[in-house]
């Protein structure tokens, strides 16, 4: 692949994951910020510390929401746009559209879905802030290792499919993830700092609609950017117009 067509679809990466990232937006705005503000009441309900805001909820839950999810979508999209140029023509004779759904289908799934059922996300109040860096700590190596581990699952099915058949092979791959996987979730450590008294129905919604996010996001990436990289991969051909008829000429 040369370095103009990585260009065009880096661009085109960062163009879909802004879409995407208006899609998430949206998701974020009406399903994930009523389950913030729930978790700020039960805070502030409970805090005898009342320390005064720099910056204001409202502006928090609009213009700042919007900046932070815009400017992860264009980040995003464009990392994803890179290894999707690695990945093309290296898992399989997909259509650049496929291709698009695939690697979407499986970052969401490495990156976002395996660390999260092991450390999902908390609203605010939730969580001694004492341990915030060892929880982060926890968080992005479950994530480190998910990734290490799609990929090696990978080439692992790859590299077993000429003797296996390719669905064995898979079978085989997908096996040695989800065994491994839950090696990982066995070993590391469990984290549980959610208060006794703090509502469970906000602590659900929230995980769901932070989920909810991240599925919008790698979803509609995938079908964006995918169809941006058909269009530029496998350009429909030109129709071609019939020819004229000749008029004939009176004699």
Not at 60 to 84: D, K, P
Not at 191 to 210: H, I, Q, Y
Not at 215 to 236: K, V
Request: aromatic share 10%; hydrophobic share 55%; with cysteine.
């Amino acid at each position: 692949m040369n370095s103009t067509t990585v260009r065009n679809l880096l661009v085109r990466g960062m163009l879909a994951g802004l879409a995407a990232g208006v899609l998430a937006l949206v998701v974020a705005y009406f399903l994930g910020e009523p389950n913030v503000a729930s978790a700020i009441r039960f805070e502030e309900a409970h805090s005898h510390e009342h320390e005064m805001e720099i910056v204001s909820r409202s502006l928090q839950s609009t213009a700042g929401l919007a900046t932070g999810v815009l400017i992860y979508g264009v980040a995003f999209g464009g990392i994803a746009a890179l290894a999707y140029c690695f990945a093309l023509g290296r898992v399989g004779r997909f259509s650049p559209r496929a291709t698009a759904l695939l690697l979407s289908a499986c970052a969401l799934l490495a990156v976002y879905v395996v660390p999260f059922l092991k450390y999902p996300a908390n609203p605010p109040s939730v969580g001694n802030p004492d341990t915030i860096g060892k929880r982060t700590t926890l968080y992005f190596l479950m994530m480190l290792l998910s990734v290490l581990l799609a990929v090696a699952a990978v080439i692992l099915g790859k590299r077993l499919a000429p003797r296996w058949g390719t669905w064995h092979a898979t079978v085989a791959a997908v096996t040695f993830f989800v065994l491994v996987i839950g090696l990982a979730y066995a070993f590391l450590p469990v984290v549980n700092e959610v208060p006794k008294d703090f509502p469970a129905t906000v602590l659900w919604r929230f995980r769901l609609s932070a989920l909810a996010i991240q599925c919008t996001l790698w979803t509609g990436y995938g079908l964006i950017f995918g169809e941006l990289a058909q269009r530029l991969l496998s350009p429909r051909p030109a129709a071609v117009a019939p020819p004229a008829q000749a008029t004939p000429v009176p004699h």
